[in-house]
């Protein structure tokens, strides 16, 4: 929806429809396989950064650190998980608008294109796209971690006398579903503009200049609209995914933390 604009699909459902009706079930999974590979080192790598930012502003002392420190480490962690969430996502993006009808080449996985990208324009046909990823990670982990964060605090002090490592699992990915829609409310446009860049016919040249004119075709095309468009299903999309994500890494942390006492 991102890229196809209003002139392919009116919407959500629409898209949905369209999709099973000209490429069956299975089309609903194109682009699957970037995520599948990468998911587990992209996630690795973002929540160590976090952590890691952390402690650089608090130090080992173990005071719980502020929502504006939290802010800063997610913002932080955003700019470091980007080396691994920008090939990820270029991967992805490519092969879910790929139709076999189009007319240009057309990619059994990541891998193939992955291989046909860098042979065509190397390490930067890989990277393709790096910056706007950057400009989108920023703001959306900075949200990310602090929305989570700030929701898990309140429920703590409603329910264990502000002790959050006994919060049950409910609480955990009711404060992570947050988390995930604070990340699209603060970074959704920048989404938009960072599938466009790494959908183009070439990766662009340097500077940074193709974001803006990236923006400027979204808003000729559709105007600001143009920028929220998929909004609603990555939104109802991150609420099981991030609720399960932040559930999962609050309770392996205890339980790690546990087998070391």
Excluded at 89 to 94: G, S, W
Aim: charged share 15%; aromatic share 10%.
């Amino acid at each position: 929806m991102q890229i196809e604009g209003t002139s392919v699909f009116k919407g959500p459902v629409d898209c949905m429809m369209k999709t099973i009706k000209n490429e069956g079930i299975l089309g609903l999974y194109k682009g699957m396989g970037s995520p599948l590979l990468g998911i587990a080192a992209v996630n690795s790598l973002l929540f160590w950064a976090y952590s890691h930012g952390k402690r650089l502003q608090t130090g080992s002392s173990g005071i719980e650190p502020t929502l504006g420190q939290i802010a800063i480490a997610g913002a932080g962690a955003g700019i470091v998980n980007s080396i691994l969430a920008s090939p990820v996502e270029l991967l992805k993006v490519r092969l879910q608008v790929q139709y076999s009808d189009a007319g240009s080449a057309v990619f059994s996985g990541p891998v193939a294109l992955g291989r046909h990208l860098a042979s065509q324009f190397g390490l930067r046909g890989i990277m393709w796209g790096f910056w706007a990823t950057v400009a989108r990670e920023i703001p959306a982990y900075a949200a990310f971690y602090t929305a989570f964060e700030f929701t898990k605090r309140r429920f703590a002090h409603a329910l264990t006398d502000g002790d959050a490592s006994k919060l049950g699992v409910a609480p955990l990915m009711i404060s992570g579903s947050a988390g995930g829609i604070g990340y699209w409310t603060a970074s959704y446009p920048l989404d938009v503009i960072k599938s466009r860049v790494q959908n183009a016919a070439a990766p662009p040249s340097r500077g940074l200049g193709y974001m803006a004119d990236a923006a400027k075709a979204v808003y000729s095309e559709q105007g600001m609209r143009g920028f929220f468009r998929g909004y609603s299903t990555s939104v109802v999309r991150s609420i099981p995914a991030a609720g399960v994500t932040f559930a999962v890494y609050e309770l392996t942390i205890r339980a790690l933390n546990q087998g070391g006492k």
